[in-house]
């Protein structure tokens, strides 16, 4: 009956969205986990898992000899960091909350802050998690020495800008063709195991071998950041514009199939899928 009418500016509604992501990003966080620690633990056990498991496949196949003359752990690393960072994009910018969602019925809720709060706080899980995995590397083997460690979390970056990209094509499926998406999104996150090219350098592969990765975004940020990352690498055959210029590219169709959806959406859909 009694309300009071406050004049809006630009600055104030960049402060109350920027609020409003950040406090939808921490309940994304404790939505899995009510222990936030738990879910960086969880995140951090994940990654030394990958690093004993491909340490194991490397010595046993001897394909040590292929990695970049250096730190062989900080070789698998590079690689498993964007691979974790990418797949962990793509799956939260997946499952993050539809036009149907009975949040989006608290104003000023919407998709837009459930998608940036679901990729934010995956980029948070695994930034943290790799920090503690290199203090912890650090602490209990030898120094991590990183020759341009500004380049190398660039391309950490780009790898989750390419996973929210992909994640936001998927998930303008979603709504339309269910199964299919969640079956394209696993097929894909499976297949980057290979893909994405983090057991092999890109300088030291035949050409028509190239051609079966050169496509893949996370292929070029993963060579790209073993470039920044060792002394003794540069890197021939990929680019870090190629993997921007796709994400951007990617999400502006996602953009495009999400906002078409919105204006479509039926509230039997969170019934019926």
């Given amino acids: 009956m009694f309300r009071t009418n406050e004049k809006s500016n630009s600055l104030k509604t960049a402060v109350g969205l920027a609020e409003l992501i950040y406090f939808s990003t921490v309940r994304h966080i404790r939505k899995g986990h009510r222990n936030p620690f738990l879910a960086v633990a969880i995140s951090v056990a994940q990654t030394l898992i990958l690093v004993i498991v491909f340490y194991v496949m490397f010595t046993v196949l001897g394909l040590r000899g292929n ?26 910018v997946f499952g993050s909350e539809g036009p149907t969602s009975p949040m989006m019925n608290h104003a000023p809720m919407n998709t837009a802050i459930a ?7 995956a980029l948070y899980l695994q930034i943290l998690s790799a920090a503690l995995v290199l203090w912890i590397y650090q602490a209990v083997w030898e120094p991590v020495e990183i020759y341009d460690p500004v380049g190398s979390f660039a391309m950490l970056l780009l790898a989750w800008f390419s996973g929210v990209a992909v994640g936001m094509v998927f998930l303008a499926i979603k709504p339309w063709m269910p199964d299919f998406a969640t079956i394209a999104s696993s097929i894909y996150t499976r297949a980057n195991m290979v893909a994405s090219g983090k057991m092999f350098v890109a300088n030291t592969m035949p050409g028509y071998i190239l051609a079966y990765f050169s496509w893949n975004p996370l292929f070029h940020s993963i060579d790209q950041a073993r470039g920044f990352a060792f002394i003794n690498y540069n890197p021939r055959f990929s680019s870090y514009e190629y993997p921007i210029i796709v994400s951007v590219i990617l999400i502006m169709i996602g953009l495009m199939g999400e906002f078409y959806t919105r204006k479509h959406a039926s509230i039997s859909w969170s019934a019926t899928r």
């Fill in 115 to 121: 998608i940036a709060s679901s990729a934010l706080s």
């Fill in 67 to 92: 990695a970049i003359r250096g730190d062989f752990i900080l070789y698998l690393l590079s690689g498993i960091f964007l691979f974790l960072t990418h797949t962990k994009a793509v799956g939260a």
